[in-house]
């Protein structure tokens, strides 16, 4: 790609895509500081995913709790219960190994990812969106895995 059409694609994002793939960059500077044997970058891996699935199951009950007369209870126990699990995962880091924390938070990102492909969310999200939970979700549970492999077990 060259600047102008850098430039174009940066033109073409809303606020939210643009904001959503910045997100991405801690997740992309830890593994690679993990890569390059950098003591911290796994312990600050696992706490920018904590918070960015506290932030993203916080926005999900959002959804849920406005909706709640059409969703139910389901999608706002299962919000708030990946909320707990990340959570958990975040205060457990410093007792669990990491091989057993990292799979925690995979499983809460694939959770609401989950929940948000339901009825419910689709019809709450435009199609941009949608597309951007697909793709951020694609390489936040990809990063997960780097790391998962980057890590001794046990």
């Not at 709790?65 to 126990?77: D, F, I, T, V």
């Not at 924390?101 to 499983?107: F, I, S």
Request: proline content about 4%; hydrophobic content about 60%.
């Amino acid at each position: 790609m060259n600047s102008r059409e850098i430039q174009e694609w940066f033109h073409r994002r809303t606020l939210s895509e643009l904001l959503g793939y910045a997100g991405l960059l801690p997740f992309g500077g830890a593994v690679v500081g993990a890569l390059f044997g950098f003591s911290s970058a796994v312990a600050f891996f696992i706490s920018y995913s904590a918070m960015i699935l506290v932030f993203m199951a916080g926005a999900c009950w959002g959804v849920a709790q406005a909706r709640s007369m059409e969703a139910g209870k389901l999608p706002l126990l299962l919000s708030i219960g990946v909320f707990w699990l990340a959570l958990a995962a975040w205060l457990l880091s410093a007792l669990l190994p990491d091989s057993i924390v990292l799979p925690m938070l995979l499983l809460g990102f694939l959770g609401l990812y989950a929940l948000e492909t339901q009825p419910l969310f689709q019809n709450a999200y435009d199609s941009r969106y949608s597309r951007l939970r697909s793709v951020l979700t694609l390489v936040v549970a990809g990063a997960h895995v780097l790391m998962f492999l980057l890590v001794p077990v046990g």
